[in-house]
């Protein structure tokens, strides 16, 4: 992977449109990992006890973060946040995250997060994640629920560097039928 240079003052985070929609799925969303979150359930008649726990895997993982065209699209209209980082001088964008409101429960949950490989490690998802804290509290939400794969552990360390603290998890969230484990941050 070659070390691309950043400068700060020519980052624009900026609303996505519908333009931007074949640049986010062309991002590389790769990622690699050796360790992933093994949930366990005992359940009895009177008590229910869930295990999370960090499992260290033979060998690497190498997986990516999959990205639904129709969810971005959809991610365009009201009810939704989508924001990507564009680069001034280059015209390329470098990351997105979206957000999809719950007006019932006043919560946003967090779909995606995607910085480019070439660009991760520079604070940009930090940057991305005080952004959409900002766009919730302007629309009096109270909380933000991470939607994370238990196979994505550095997305795992990533929320939990943020602040973001385990709320639960669901069997077969996604559609892949991937465990999702829920991180919350309140706004």
């Excluded at 609303?15 to 366990?40: G, K, N, R």
């Excluded at 973060?65 to 390329?92: G, M, W, Y």
């Excluded at 952004?131 to 552990?153: C, G, H, K």
Aim: glycine residues 2%; aromatic residues 10%; contains cysteine.
């Amino acid at each position: 992977m070659k070390n691309t240079t950043l400068d700060p003052s020519q980052l624009i985070f900026r609303d996505a449109v519908e333009e931007d929609i074949p640049y986010c799925l062309a991002l590389d969303s790769d990622f690699q990992t050796e360790h992933v979150w093994q949930m366990t359930v005992q359940d009895s008649p009177d008590e229910i006890q869930i295990s999370c726990r960090r499992q260290r895997l033979p060998r690497r993982l190498d997986s990516r973060h999959v990205a639904v065209p129709a969810r971005l699209e959809l991610a365009l209209h009201s009810n939704f946040c989508f924001v990507v980082i564009q680069d001034k001088s280059t015209n390329h964008l470098l990351g997105y995250i979206t957000l999809r409101v719950d007006e019932t429960s006043h919560v946003a949950y967090l779909q995606d997060i995607v910085i480019d490989r070439a660009y991760r490690r520079r604070s940009l998802g930090s940057r991305l994640v005080h952004v959409a804290r900002i766009w919730t509290s302007e629309f009096d939400l109270r909380q933000i629920i991470f939607e994370i794969p238990t196979t994505n552990y550095p997305c795992i360390l990533f929320a939990e560097a943020l602040g973001f603290t385990f709320c639960g998890f669901n069997d077969h969230h996604f559609a892949n039928r991937e465990i999702a484990v829920f991180f919350s941050l309140s706004v």
